[in-house]
């Protein structure tokens, strides 16, 4: 399937935690940043590690295992030791629904 998919009810979402969801099969963690959502594949790039279980601050996710921060706006590894970026995904709010394109992948 292509094209946004619902993800989660926005009012799930806080600020501070990311939340952890499958979308199409992809595992996405979303961040709540402001009154945008952003959406970034939910698996660190130095290793299998869930991103969404590390801590998040505005938009930055860090990886709880070795302390790397994402941006998820971008994807981007913002200091080491991972190195490569993270996909992220287009998101859009629909009468209160989260949703998520995952065909659409950004990477940076
Ligand atoms: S597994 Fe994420 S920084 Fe090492």
Not at 10 to 16: P, Q, T
Not at 57 to 79: P, Q, V
Request: proline share 6%; hydrophobic share 40%.
């Amino acid at each position: 399937m292509s094209g946004p998919e619902f993800a989660a009810p926005l009012d799930v979402l806080s600020e501070g935690t990311a939340t952890a969801v499958t979308v199409g099969g992809v595992d996405v963690a979303l961040v709540l940043d402001g009154d945008e959502v952003l959406a970034i594949r939910d698996e660190c790039s130095h290793a299998a590690i869930p991103l969404s279980e590390g801590e998040v601050e505005g938009c930055e996710i860090e990886c709880w295992l070795h302390g790397s921060r994402f941006d998820a706006r971008t994807g981007k590894a913002l200091n080491l030791p991972a190195t490569e970026s993270v996909p992220t995904y287009p998101t859009t709010i629909q009468d209160g629904r989260v949703m998520v394109d995952v065909s659409a992948p950004i990477r940076s």
